[in-house]
């Protein structure tokens, strides 16, 4: 359990002006990491700090020693705990650091960032309870959601190797394919590319293979969360995946936002989470008073497009959804953790645990292209009148995310983009 | 294509004494790669080559000056050649060679060896129609071979974290089960404990992520294969593996055997690989005149079983099934390189492309105990009176493999093993 502390001080503000302004995602309450150097340069990464429009050198400033972002998440909750107060005593205004850290600082828009940890495994869930039934439909329309929905955190291994950065292009993907009236498959360049709206959950402190983690410590190997956008090729996807799920569908990229907010910086904004009446209770591993009361996090998540016509008329991004985890997601974050441990595997710092697409109840909470336009049936009119079914070449996909409450100050997590080149 | 040269020559011999002897795995015509160092030890591992009984200490002969296999793998095609080439002539008898290389040798039977390299990325691939065919008519018994088989050589992404050295002993997974004729699941220690005989491909050199590799090109980036255990919980799988494919019932643990036996190595056993008749022919980016003439490779596999019953009463192990890859698998390594990456999805030195369960077309030959005992309805008496339809705590199971033709020298795959423990 999380308690609030002089880090989550609503009144806090930071010597760091660009912090202190409203809307600010990383004001001196959110602190998250990252992984920068200098923009153009062919440096090492080294570890950072967001605080407003400014990030940070942790090594630098000598808090750490070393480069090694995944070293910093193998720390214990305690030592992570004094590094996030050491790190808001100094920023805060009045800090006797501000003279030495502000040697340490630099700005945003000159360094480079990149994903932030090394990722080891990675695994993709699939909580959101409405996307599952959507999807499901589309692909097995007699049989939408399936009967171990409700029990299991359904959840499959995906690729590491290519996840990329924010901002990194990546190439339409080729692949076979098969149109239901088809005898035959045929290969040629992906015809229904699309995004998933996803949060991505990293591995702080790991296990010990053949020791399950319980829910009641689940979250304490959890170190922070970024936005993730799991690119998907639907046509390859519907051709190849039965019967032991996607894998080139999933596997030419997916994208990774360069900020992880901490579960620390999330402690304001945990939500209870009820299933809805007539909905089986979770199997013992799965449940404690602590998740059903608290174990959810209320994060706004928004989807933005900008085509390559919008952008060489100077038109800014539109948005196509928007949804909050709490309407979307079914599962937990912990449960996530307890899940995939509970047979004995072996977690380490930096594997990333992808939620799935955050699919809202209403139509317009929809985290992915296919469900907005109904699998390619009803095409999404854009402002400047273009229409998408799916992502064509020069589409700029960015996903947004931010958690506020009254009473508390607003944490962004940044962003996440990248662009479709033909 | 791989062309036959000097260090497969069957009249070569070592002045390793060991190497020599007829059945030997390690004549100086194999020559595979593995990581050790002396057992008891906590030293960082080394690579070292086994010859007969013995390792050859690379860095300590002077050979290379990591102790990275990594690094080794990710050598060019002619890199590896060479290497080849002078590990050959400094073997063989009658080298200027020995006097130094003999100080850098070390008896197997005084070394611990653990998992060849550094797994990245992991995948599993599904190529033995007959095991297909067998499985899916448990899981799906009207619907058995699915459409796409033929034409997409189906894999999905596995746990690295998980595969451990051979002679390590794992814990039997706990997790979700549902009988057919419960109404809900319920959660208790796996019953329907499983192998699969397997093959690890390991990757050599990777490719950049949005250049796919061409059918022509995918050998070279093969470093080598091992013996590979897939340890499966058929209880688990048959609960949780729709839409996704299979994730806890596989992520427990997988073992891997220590020596990357070459594709060098492999070349006096290439095969060929037709389609039978009536089959589609593959598309044109998983085929060539070279895939077919000799894209397949003929290494034949046993599985052993010893139970704890047997250990106590000091009874060799018992073989269960035994087959050979040219009966087993439908797509040769090659192919599956090809289309890993047809997509643009980018392999690193270190990845593991597992062939999946290798059963041959015979009762016999099936790679799994869900095939021998008809999922779980037969069971399979020993020749100590004990039966089996699935794996018991204290059961050790043991794959080998080796490779033999009229005039070559037989070359081995070493073996993989496991315990389970309760």
Known sequence: MTILNATHDPKLRSWVASANVAGCDFPVQNLPFGRFRPAGSQDAFRIGVAIGDQVLDLKAAGIVDTDDMNVLMAATVAERQA???????????????????????????????????????????????????????????????????????????????????????????????????????????????????????FIGQGNAQGMPIAIAQAEQHLFGVTLFNDWSARDIQGWEYQPLGPFLSKNFASSVSPWLVTLEALAPFRAAFERPAGDPQPLPYLDSPDNRAQGAFSITLEVLLQTEKMRLAGEAPTRLSSTNTTRAAYWTPGQLVAHHTVNGCNLQPGDLLGSGTLSGPGASEAGSLMELSAGGKQPIVLPNGERRTFLEDGDTLTLRGYCEREGAVRIGLGEVSGTVRG
Do not use: M
């Open 83 to 201: 590094l996030r107060a050491r790190l808001s005593e100094g920023l805060r205004e009045g800090s006797t650091q501000q003279a030495a850290w502000s040697q340490a600082l630099c700005a945003q828009s000159s360094v480079e960032l990149t994903v932030p940890c090394r990722i080891g495994d990675y695994t993709d869930f699939y909580t959101s309870v409405h996307h599952a039934t959507t999807v499901g439909k589309q692909f097995r329309p007699d049989n939408p959601l399936l009967p171990n929905y409700k029990w299991v955190p359904i959840g499959y291994h995906g690729r590491a190797s290519s996840i990329i950065a924010s901002g990194q292009d990546f190439k339409r993907p080729q692949g076979q394919t098969k149109a239901p009236d088809a005898e035959v498959p045929s290969f040629g360049p992906c015809r229904r590319l699309d995004y998933e709206l996803e949060l991505g959950w």
